[in-house]
C-alpha cells in the first residue's frame, strides 16, 4: 500500500462542515487527535446528524497540503486557541453511489484505501467488519427475545444515544451493544464507551457489551449471559 493510495476517513460533525470541504475546501482536525499515519486523501463521513443524508460517506478529496492553525484563524468569530491540523483539498469528488453504515456501526477516524472505496459496496465491506448486530438480531428474533434495535435515548429533548439492541424487563432495561473489533480497540473510543455506560447506568440501564467474538464464536455461552441478565431484571 503507497501513501499515494492512503486514505483516511475523516468525520464530519455537521452538514455545515461538509459545506466548507465542498466550497472552501479544507478539513479540520483536533490538534490532540494528529494521524498517526500519512494519506493522500480524505473520504468524508456524514454521521446521524445529516439526518436522512446521515450515516454514509459520500465525497472524498486529495489532500494539497497542510499547516497547523488556531481556531480563531479558522473562524473569525471565534476566540478559541485550540490548535487543529487544517488540511487544503482538491475539488471534493462525490462517490457513484454512497457508502451506508447499514449496521450503524461507531465510526472514528480510519484508514483504508482508495481503491477500497471505490470498490466496497457499503461500510462494513470497505473495513471487513462482519456485521455483528445483523447476527445478535436475528439469534434473538429466533429465541423470542423481544427488543428494539437503534433505541434512542433522549436526554433534555436531544438524542443522546442509539442503543444497538434494547430490551425491556419487568424490574429493569437491558442495554446490549456490539464492539466491532475495529473500532472499540481504540483507546479514545474504549474513553467515550465507557463514559456512556456510566451515564446510562444513572438513567437505569443495565449494559452488556459484547465483542465480534462473543458474537460469532461463542454464541451458546453469550445466550446464557444475555439470558441471565434478563433473569437478574425480572425476565421479560
Partial sequence: MTRQNITLIGVLKKPAD???????????????????????HIAFYQPSSFGKEGKCISYYA???????AA???????????????????????QLTKPLINKARTRITFAYTTLSALMKSKDI??????????HILGKILKKQKIAYTAEYPVMDMNRLRYRLDFA?????????????????????????????????LSKKGWSILRLTERDVIKK??????????????????
Avoid at 21 to 39: H, S
Fill in 167 to 199: 430490551i425491556i424487563c419487568k424490574n429493569g432495561k437491558l442495554d446490549i451493544e456490539c464492539d466491532g473489533e475495529k473500532w472499540h480497540s481504540n483507546a479514545a473510543v474504549k474513553i467515550r464507551d465507557t463514559i456512556r455506560n456510566k451515564r
Fill in 62 to 68: 486529495k489532500v494539497l497540503g497542510w499547516q497547523i
Fill in 71 to 93: 481556531r480563531k484563524d479558522m473562524f473569525p468569530r471565534d476566540v478559541s486557541n485550540r490548535l487543529y491540523l487544517r488540511y487544503f483539498l482538491s475539488k471534493p469528488e
Fill in 18 to 40: 461538509l459545506e466548507r470541504v465542498i466550497t472552501e475546501r479544507w478539513y479540520r482536525i483536533p490538534f490532540d487527535n494528529i494521524p498517526k499515519r500519512r494519506f493522500s
Fill in 124 to 133: 462494513l465491506s470497505l473495513f471487513h467488519v462482519p456485521d455483528i448486530n
Fill in 219 to 236: 454464541m451458546p455461552e453469550t445466550m446464557r449471559r444475555i439470558n441471565n441478565k434478563i433473569a437478574k431484571l425480572g425476565g421479560l
